[in-house]
C-alpha cells in the first residue's frame, strides 16, 4: 500500500486535508467518499523523482526537527519493546504523530517494510529525516535482533542532542539581544536626537571642538549613507556564504578556527563532544569500529576535524590503538585521549566515551556560562562609553560659550 495525501471537502463545505493509504488513487477517493468527504485533490505523499543516476529518491526537501524526531523514535522504541509488528508500530505511530509530512513520511517506510525490506533500507529513501548514523544503528539492531533495545538508546540520544542544543541556543540568545538593542540605541541616537541636539553648533563661527565636529560627521554619515550600509552589510553576508560554498575555502575557514585563541577551544569541545558521543551509541548498537568512526566523523561541522577522523580511521585500521590514533591527530583534547585509552584497557570503550562527552559537554557550558558573565558587563560598559561620548560632545560646545560669556 502506498500512502496519498489529499484535499477534501467535508459536509459542512470546510476544506480539509490529511494522509490515508491505499493501493491506487481511486481507493483512496472511495475511502474519502465513504466518510463523506468529496475529494478535491489525491496525490502520492512524497512523490519519489529520478535522479541523474537512476535512484529515486522521495521528494521531500526539508528534514524534521531534532524535537520531532526524538519524539518519533521514542514512539517507535515502545510500540517495538511492546512486541507490536513493525509495521503495526509504524503505522500507531503514523497516527499519533499531527503532522502530515511525518504521517506521510511513516506511511512511505511502513509500505516498504510490508514489500518485504528492511526498516534501515526503508529509511533510507529518507535520507534528509533520518541521518547516516540514525540508519546504521537501525540495522545494526536489526541485525543483531534488538530493535527495540536499540530504538531505546537512539531516543535517548536524539533527545539529549535536542537538549544540547537547545541549551547553546538559550546561552546565545541573551548576547545576540543584548547586542541587537545596543546597536540599535547607538543609531537611533546618531540618526534621531544627535542631530537636533549639535544642529545649533554646526552653522557657528567659533571652530568646535574635535569630538563634537567627529559626532556631527558620524550622525551626518549615518543619515545620508545608513541605507546603504546596512545593504553593503547584508551584501557581505551573503557573500561570504557564496564564497564558503567552495570546499578549499571553508576548510580554509574552518583551519583559521582552530587557529583563534578562545573560539579554537570552543569548536573543539563542541565537536569532540559530538564525536565522542556518536561514536559511542554506535559502538553500543553493536555497529564495527571502523564503520563507527567512519559514520561519527561525518557529524563534525569542521572540516579539518573531519579530516582529522579518516586519518584516525586509517591508523586503527592499520593496527594502531584508537588513543594512540587520537593523540596523533593533535586536535582532540587530551582527557578525552586518557578516558578512551582507560575504557581501551578496562574493555568499557564505549562507556569512557559517552562520560567523556558528557564531561566536554558540561566544560562547554561552563565555557560559554563564564563567556556570557564577562559579556554583559562589557557591553554596559560599551553602552555607557557611547552614551558619555555624545554627552561630551554635546556639552563641551556648550561649555564654550559659558566661558566665552564670563
Known amino acids: 500500500m502506498t500512502a496519498y495525501r489529499y484535499r477534501a471537502l467535508n459536509p459542512q463545505g470546510k476544506l480539509v486535508r490529511g494522509v490515508l493509504e491505499g493501493d491506487s488513487e481511486r481507493q483512496v477517493r472511495s475511502q474519502l467518499r465513504g466518510q463523506s468527504l468529496r475529494p478535491v485533490e489525491v496525490e502520492v505523499a512524497n512523490r519519489p ?239 564495527p569500529l571502523l564503520e563507527s568512526l567512519r559514520i561519527a566523523g561525518q557529524v563534525l561541522t569542521n572540516l579539518v576535524l573531519q579530516e582529522d577522523t579518516r586519518q584516525v580511521a586509517e591508523r586503527v585500521q592499520e593496527g594502531s590503538s584508537l588513543n594512540r590514533a587520537l593523540q596523533t591527530s593533535g586536535h582532540f583534547p587530551p582527557m578525552m585521549v586518557h578516558m578512551v585509552a582507560s575504557g581501551e584497557v578496562s574493555g568499557e570503550l564505549e562507556t569512557m566515551l559517552s562520560r567523556s562527552a558528557s564531561n566536554q559537554e558540561r566544560e562547554l557550558e561552563m565555557t560559554l556560562g563564564t563567556a556570557m558573565s564577562l559579556f554583559e558587563p562589557l557591553m554596559v560598559v560599551f553602552m555607557g562609553g557611547m552614551v558619555l561620548t555624545i554627552v561630551l560632545a554635546i556639552l563641551l560646545p556648550i561649555f564654550d560659550l559659558n566661558t566665552m560669556v564670563k
Request: aromatic share 8%.
Open 49 to 287: 523523482e529520478p535522479s541523474s543516476g537512476g535512484f529515486r529518491l522521495p521528494l521531500l526537501r526539508r528534514g524534521i526537527s531534532a524535537g520531532d524526531l526524538a519524539l518519533l523514535t521514542r514512539q517507535l522504541a515502545t510500540l517495538v519493546e511492546s512486541n507490536l509488528p513493525l509495521d503495526e508500530a509504524l503505522q500507531a505511530a503514523a497516527q499519533q504523530n499531527r503532522s502530515a509530512r511525518i504521517k506521510a513520511t511513516l506511511l512511505q517506510v511502513r509500505s516498504r517494510v510490508a514489500e518485504g525490506h528492511t526498516l534501515a533500507y526503508a529509511m533510507g529513501e529518507f535520507p534528509q529525516v533520518f541521518s547516516e548514523m540514525y540508519r546504521a544503528m537501525v540495522k545494526a539492531g536489526e541485525h543483531a535482533g534488538f530493535l527495540g533495545p536499540v530504538l531505546q538508546q537512539l531516543a535517548d540520544y536524539t533527545e539529549q542532542r535536542q537538549y544540547t542544543g537547545q541549551k547553546l541556543k538559550m546561552a546565545m540568545i541573551y548576547p545576540f539581544i543584548l547586542v541587537g538593542v545596543a546597536i540599535a540605541v547607538v543609531v537611533a541616537l546618531m540618526v534621531f536626537v544627535v542631530p537636533e541636539l549639535v544642529g545649533i553648533f554646526a552653522h557657528s563661527r567659533r571652530e568646535l571642538p574635535l569630538l563634537t565636529r567627529g559626532l556631527i560627521a558620524t550622525s551626518d554619515f549615518f543619515r545620508d549613507y545608513g541605507v546603504w550600509l546596512l545593504a553593503g552589510l547584508a551584501a557581505l553576508v551573503l557573500l561570504v556564504r557564496r564564497l564558503l560554498r567552495n570546499r578549499s575555502r571553508r576548510r580554509r575557514w574552518h583551519a583559521l578556527q582552530l587557529r583563534l585563541p578562545g573560539l579554537s577551544r570552543l569548536v573543539i569541545a563542541l565537536d569532540t563532544a559530538r564525536f565522542a558521543s556518536t561514536l559511542s551509541i554506535l559502538m553500543a548498537s553493536g555497529v
